[in-house]
């Protein structure tokens, strides 16, 4: 059974940044187009970022040119850069398959405020 583990979330002030870090326990990772989930509170879970096995790339509008997917195939990790931050980028951020097909894991509190 597949499982992920984010990390990397945190406190940090309008227009900073954060790195997000997603690791796979299996390599059924590198076989399947991964992506980044957040959800706010009262709304439903997005996905804002999503990169194939190929590494190509798609974003949501609401962050494109802010932050950047990548992933490492072979240390089953996914991550997202994610700069000039905002407030309405605070959530709770999840990585998954897209769609997502695995268990979620128990995400990371990413709280943008001065």
């Known amino acids: 059974q597949v499982q992920l583990v984010e990390s990397g979330g945190g406190l940090v002030q309008p227009g900073g940044s954060l790195r997000l870090s997603c690791a796979a326990s299996?390599?059924?990772?590198?076989?399947?187009?991964m992506g980044w989930y957040r959800q706010a509170p009262g709304k439903q879970r997005e996905l804002v970022a999503r990169?194939?096995?190929?590494?190509?790339?798609n974003y949501a509008d609401s962050v494109k040119g802010r932050f950047t997917i990548s992933r490492h195939n072979a240390k089953n990790t996914v991550y997202l850069q994610m700069n000039s931050l905002k407030p309405e980028d605070t959530a709770v951020y999840y990585c998954n398959t897209d769609p997502p097909i695995i268990s979620w894991g128990q995400g990371t509190q990413v709280t943008v405020s001065s």
């Open positions: 990169i194939t096995d190929s590494s190509s790339t």
């Open positions: 299996g390599s059924i990772f590198n076989f399947y187009v």
